[in-house]
């Protein structure tokens, strides 16, 4: 069994899990061209898609892949993505079994209200939810949503791998080092992902435990950031959380 890659749109990455026989899982294909000639060129056989939520940019390609396999692939998915030829519905809880191996399903909503994760040890298929570096964009005032949906992904184990759905490491770090301009952890880290993405790679996924290090998004609950972020001394991890998620979405240099 092994991951594969595939960097898609502007900053989209759609995740594989390929077995040995050539069977594979396409995670949140938000396009088919590149998927299928991915397969073709290995001469994969795709038996399933995972959506994590109903945004564009992870839910395009469905259409296309499953006319061009005659409908011979399951595609999962939360209930919010249903019109895009899901045949099962996923849940909170729910367990499915492909490729030998068993998906649990979790509950990860503040991005979207529906979205859920796949995981899978030692993958965790997070979709928008969380970032090397940070967090998904949260909509409609989901805070509590999405600060629970982090904390929910820091209680997997330290070795897990998180496979994000964005490219988003390096605007995250630099949001970071704007905070803590001195932390040479995420200096070292920031120098190596800009050099691995100037030659054409990926800074993604990242390792659980890493993230703790580094996102201040599973770090919310540290002291020194309600002084940085201007807030007072009883302030909750929640009020840090979204103090921190505010200031992100205005933070684009
Ligand atoms: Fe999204
Ligand atoms: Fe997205």
Not at 8 to 19: F, T
Not at 69 to 74: Q, R
Not at 182 to 209: A, H, M, V, W
Not at 228 to 253: Q, T
């Amino acid at each position: 069994m092994f991951l594969k890659q595939i960097p898609i749109l502007i900053d989209n990455y759609v995740w594989m899990l390929v077995d040995s026989y050539g069977f594979c899982i396409i995670i949140d294909p938000g396009c088919s061209e590149e998927i299928i000639k991915t397969i073709e060129q290995n001469k994969w056989h795709p038996i399933a898609i995972f959506l994590t939520h109903n945004h564009i940019d992870h839910v395009s390609g469905v259409k296309n892949i499953i006319q061009y396999y005659s409908h011979s692939i399951t595609v999962f998915g939360p209930d919010e993505t249903k019109q895009h030829y899901v045949n099962t519905i996923l849940k909170q809880g729910d367990k499915i079994v492909i490729l030998n191996k068993t998906f649990e399903i979790f509950f990860t909503p503040g991005h979207t209200s529906g979205h859920i994760t796949y995981y899978s040890f030692p993958y965790l298929f997070c979709g928008d939810t969380i970032f090397s570096g940070g967090c998904g964009r949260v909509y409609n005032n989901q805070y509590l949503e999405m600060y629970n949906s982090i904390k929910l992904i820091s209680t997997f184990p330290n070795n897990t791998i998180l496979c994000c759905a964005h490219e988003y490491t390096l605007l995250n770090l630099k949001f970071t080092m704007f905070f803590i301009p001195n932390d040479i952890t995420i200096q070292l880290y920031f120098e190596k992902i800009k050099s691995r993405l100037k030659i054409g790679k990926s800074s993604l996924p990242s390792y659980l435990i890493f993230e703790k290090k580094i996102n201040l998004f599973l770090r919310t609950d540290e002291f020194f950031l309600k002084k940085e972020l201007g807030l007072s001394k009883f302030s909750s991890a929640l009020e840090v959380f979204k103090e921190l998620r505010i200031k992100k979405d205005f933070f684009w240099s």
